[in-house]
């Protein structure tokens, strides 16, 4: 039996980020449906787990391929944003975010460096922040 398994999943596409992100979506709108019966999110988490196995039990590769690459391409300004906050927020690049007070642009400071003196390069307003 465990041979015709594998036999039966050689060859195929497997999982791939646009495969997780619809999973995501189908569990998403599982919750919403739970608190919102309706039949409609019903038959669109349907549709789209079969879309999604669709695309794992899939043999042609270059198409699968395809898809991932015009998804991840779609989204990867989003990701790059969704990081850059996550790691400011958080504070693992090792920097602290100041807005200038003159013309309200973004200044980069390393941690930890206890009260530094902060020159805007833009218009040059000095400021004296603690990091």
């Known amino acids: 039996m465990k041979e015709k398994i594998l036999k039966f999943f050689s060859g195929r596409y497997g999982g791939d980020e646009?495969?997780?992100?619809?999973t995501y979506v189908v569990l998403a709108i599982?919750?919403?449906?739970?608190?919102?019966?309706?039949?409609?999110?019903?038959?669109?988490?349907?549709?789209?787990?079969?879309?999604?196995n669709f695309r794992v039990l899939s043999k042609d590769f270059v198409k699968r391929r395809a898809e991932n690459q015009w998804f991840l391409t779609k989204t990867s300004g989003l990701k790059n944003t969704y990081?850059?906050?996550?790691?400011?927020?958080?504070?693992?690049?090792?920097?602290?975010?100041?807005?200038?007070?003159?013309?309200?642009?973004?200044?980069?400071?390393?941690?930890?460096?206890?009260?530094?003196?902060?020159?805007?390069?833009?218009?040059?307003?000095?400021?004296?922040?603690r990091t």
Not at 18 to 22: R, S
Not at 34 to 47: H, K, N, R, T
């Open 18 to 22: 646009l495969t997780k992100f619809i």
């Open 30 to 52: 599982l919750i919403v449906r739970i608190f919102m019966p309706s039949d409609l999110l019903y038959v669109v988490a349907l549709v789209l787990i079969v879309f999604a």
């Open 83 to 129: 990081t850059k906050y996550k790691n400011r927020i958080f504070g693992k690049d090792g920097y602290k975010y100041f807005e200038c007070s003159g013309c309200k642009s973004e200044l980069k400071v390393p941690k930890k460096r206890g009260k530094v003196k902060v020159r805007c390069p833009k218009c040059n307003t000095e400021m004296i922040k």
